[in-house]
Structure formats: structure tokens, C-alpha cells
């Protein structure tokens, strides 16, 4: 004999059959009369209490009657029952498969799916909410006559129309509203507490708690909790609508999906701060997110943030701490721009530039985080490869107002912005950058006092964004030629200077050694977008033409062994 709390074996079909009643005019009743729909926000139990009550019937009697049997003290979840016997219910019920859905739709399912993601993004394990059990507004009850979906996710503290904080028990027993089976077993109203008084005593029978919750007083809660509130809800909807949206935040825009993450992020950090999942403690971390990340602009939040030690004492979501902490799970980009916003001036050069806070969106380094999130499209961006970086930049390639004597178009100026470019948003070493660009090992302090005198005229800030203006300009037109290749076919300046002359014999023309090493310099220019400063020694010459004839252009490539775009002259971005 199998248990009683064992699932009833599916009726056959036939024994169905015998069940159809009989109608006048020759017609058969296979479903119950009367249909009662669904609210979309509206939460399942809700449904099936009204439903339930047409008939003066319990839920647990209803769904018997169309042969879906709940084992007692099991909780009701329609999402797990078969396929076959989810459409039996919803052809019965006279309702689509998709209304017997746990979540329907509205901002419910939108925070469900959203937190979801969420975990998935930050490999956590997955949890799904406690349908079970829900808050409740009093005056929404009343007014409306069900219960909504969303009052079940821990989110959803506080009635926006009201302004009152969601009462999460019963005043009269102290439980949870749908915290257990009682309401299965209840035929009492949509308003009315199902649940077993815990403090009756004697008898065969518990009684039920019967208090009005339509009747009970809620807290009032200040317009910032509100208006916290009102913005979750808010960008949770414009997730549900399309995730990759931009939606303004923090002075800046961003994907609707990554800042309701970075929503959540804080949240959880709270909540796992305090050890605590009380409604009260929900509310304090949405009032603290909506602070933080309410705020004017990037500078407004970080000193929020700081404030309030919102990302943690040693912040612990966006840290900047040793690589291995950083890479440990994904951080959240917009969390990352706060935190990175407030170490403007405080990082070294390099720092600067390989978390590009010349950008409105600072944020780690290439390879610095396995996140997959971003706030914009183009900050997806990778760093520029060193073969689209020439030795130095073209003139005027920044566009900064500055006094000549700075010498921003000069040549070694020039230097310097392709040497920030090669170090932007990467941590390749400068000794590297400096091999891969070609140029000579003085420059290096050379460098140090042209940095130190921008820096000293104020201008650091501005140039900054200039880099990072050419760097996304060079990706939205990337060079046709491969410059790092271009270096290292000319390395070998032996090599070059033996081709010129071959060339020049074979030409026909008078060969002389300035005339060889001017045509060799020249060759240099065109074919690496260099310049004669930083030209190796043997290649340096004050006589250089402005042009090589294309015969002799060509011919210098046959004998350097050089056949690939060689018509193609450099032209530094």
C-alpha cells in the first residue's frame, strides 16, 4: 500500500471520459463554468484562493476535483507539475498554459530573471524566490482583491502608491502570509489569514488565525525610500524591455542590464554585511544603492560611496589590490568607474593610462577581470595593437589648446602620445613599448620632463582625454598597414643601407654615401611613419629628400626583399 503522502497515480482517460457531465441541447461540460482570469501581476496562490471561493471550495479540493492532487504540507509549485497534466489544469481552469506560470510577468519576473542573470554572471549558486511566502500591502489588498506577484521577492519592500512599507506577517499569528500549506486547506476569503493560531490550545482541531488583513495598519515610509523604490522598479522594467538599452545613471549612460546588476551587487554586499535578510535590512541597502548610484556624476557617487563605505571597508567590489583579487570573480563595470573615478591624480602615469581614466568610464585593464559586462558598446574596446601604433603620431593629432612652447606637435611630443597610446588600457611594460616602437633609450628621460611639464601646466587632465578621443578614433578607422611589421623589416639597418645601394647601381645613378644614407632615411619615413630624431644612427641624415622617385622607391623594396603594400607610404594617425 503506497504512503498516504505519496502522489495519486494519473487518472486514465477513460475513467475521465465517465466523468463528463451531461448537458442539455446534447452538449458536454469537460471543464469547470465558471472562469475566472488571472491578474498579470497577480500571484498564483491569489489566483487559485479566487478561484477556489467561486466554488466555496479549499484550493487543495479544487485542484483535486481536476484531478491534481497536493499532498498535504507540500507546497504548490505548478511550474514542476508534467506537461501533460499543466494542460489538463489550464483546460479545465478555461486559462492558457502560460497563467499557470509561477511568475506571469510585470516587475516580479522582471527582478526574478534579472537576479538570475546576475548569479549566473558572478558564478553564484542559483536561488529562485520563495513563492511561498509574500508581504503584502494593506490598501492594495483592499482596493485591488489579490495578491501581486512582485510582493514575494525581497526587492519589493516598500508600495509605491501608498508610501507604505510592505507588512511581511500577520499582526494576529505572526506568520507569513502563504508561509505554509494552511491556505491549501482553507476556504476562507482573499483578505483573511488562513494560518493556524499557534497559541490555541485543547481540542482535537487547531483554529485558524481568520484576521482581516485588508484592515491591518502599514508603517509610512520617508520619499527617499520611495523614490529608491521607484527607480529599482524602474530600471528592473527597462531590463524586462530590452537589456542592452541605455538608460542614464550617474551622470553617464549605461546598459539597462549592468546597472541593475550593479543594483544588486551592492545589495548583496549589504545583506551579506549585516547577516541578515529582514525587509528592514533590504531597505537600508536600497536606500544606500539609490545614494550611491543616484547620484549627479561619477565624482558625486565615489564620494558617496566613500562616504558610506557602500562598496566595503577595503572595497572588496571594485578592488585595486593584487591582480589575482581583481581577476577572483567578475566586478561590475559601473562599481569599477565609481571606484577608479575617485583616483584621479593619485595614480602613477602608467596606472592612468592602463585604467584609462581619461575615459568617462574608467575601468580595469585589459585581462584584468573575466566579467563580460559593459556600460557602452565601445567599452568593450581592446587596447590598440602596437601594429596599429606608429612611432610617433601625425601633428596636430590631440586636439588640445596649449602654448607651443609645451611642444604637444613636436616631435618628441608626438613620441609621447604614441608611447600613451601603445601603455592605453594594457600593462605592457614601457621597456617593451619602447622596443616595439623603435625608439632610442634617451627618450625614456626625456619623457619624464615632457610628462612633468604637462602635468605642472594643468593640462594632464585634458590630455588624458585626448588620448583616449584618439584611441577610439583610430578604432573606428583602424590603419590599412601593419606598422609593427614595418619596423621589423627595416631593423637591420645594414641590411637597408646595402639595398639602397644595389638599387642605386641598378638605376644607374651616382653613388655617393650621403646620397645613399639620405635616400635610406628617407625610405625609413615612408615606409614606418618614423621620424629622422628617433632614427637609428646610421639612418640619421639632414639631407633627406622630401620623396623617392617610384622607380627607386620599388627598386629599394626588390633589394630589401620587401614585396607586401610597399606603394603604400605610412600615415600616422
Known sequence: MPPRSAPRAAE???????????????????????????????????????????????????????????????????DSLPAPARGNLAEQLAVTVENLSDLRGGIGRALSEARAEYRRENRLEARTTALSRTKFCPECLRRDGYWRESWTDPLHVVCIEHHVELVDSCPGCDRPPFGGAAWLTSRTDITTCPAFDTLSTGGRYRRRC???????????????????????????????????????????????????????????????????????????????????????????????????????????????????????????????????????????????????????????PDGANPTTRVLQAPDGRPALPLAWIPQVVDEYALDIDADTHLGINSPLGRAFTATCLARYGTDRPWSRIAIALGLPAMTAPRFRTYWRSVFDAKLWPTYLSAIDDLYHRIHDSPPTIDYQRRRLDLADTGALLGACRRATRHLDHPVRTG??????????????????????????????????????????????????DVDTPARPP
Open 210 to 364: 481568520l484576521t482581516d488583513l485588508a484592515t491591518v495598519e502599514a508603517p509610512v515610509v520617508f520619499h527617499d525610500v520611495v523614490e529608491a523604490q521607484v527607480a529599482l522598479f524602474d530600471i528592473a522594467a527597462r531590463v524586462a524591455n530590452d537589456p542592452h538599452a541605455l538608460v542614464p545613471t550617474c551622470g553617464t549612460h549605461g546598459r539597462a542590464q549592468t546597472i541593475l546588476e550593479a543594483w544588486l551587487t551592492m545589495v548583496d554586499r549589504h545583506i551579506n554585511a549585516t547577516r541578515s535578510s529582514r525587509p528592514e535590512v533590504y531597505l537600508r541597502a536600497l536606500l544606500e544603492a539609490h545614494a550611491v548610484l543616484g547620484a549627479s556624476s561619477l565624482v558625486a557617487s565615489s564620494r558617496e560611496a566613500g562616504r558610506r563605505q557602500a562598496f566595503g571597508p577595503n572595497n572588496e567590489l571594485a578592488p585595486l589590490a593584487s591582480d589575482a583579487q581583481v581577476r577572483s570573480k567578475p566586478r561590475n563595470p559601473l562599481i569599477v568607474a565609481i571606484t577608479l573615478t575617485g583616483f584621479h591624480g593619485t595614480f602613477s602615469l602608467g596606472a592612468e593610462l592602463s585604467h584609462r581614466l581619461g575615459s568617462d568610464r574608467p575601468r580595469y
Open 515 to 564: 646620397d645613399v644614407v639620405a635616400a635610406a632615411c628617407r625610405f625609413w619615413l615612408d615606409h614606418t611613419g618614423g621620424h629622422p630624431s628617433f632614427a637609428q644612427a646610421p639612418l640619421r641624415s639632414d639631407e633627406a629628400p622630401s620623396a623617392l622617385s617610384d622607380d627607386l622607391r620599388r627598386a629599394i623594396a626588390e633589394e630589401a626583399y620587401l614585396t607586401a
Open 12 to 78: 486514465p482517460v477513460a475513467a475521465r471520459a465517465r466523468r463528463l457531465r451531461s448537458a442539455g441541447g446534447g452538449h458536454v461540460v469537460d471543464r469547470l463554468p465558471i472562469a475566472v482570469p488571472r491578474h498579470i501581476d497577480e500571484h498564483v496562490a491569489s489566483w487559485l484562493v479566487r478561484v477556489a471561493s467561486r466554488y466555496a471550495l479549499s484550493p487543495r479540493d479544487l485542484l483535486r476535483s481536476v484531478g491534481v492532487d497536493i499532498p498535504p504540507q507540500r507546497v504548490l509549485r505548478l
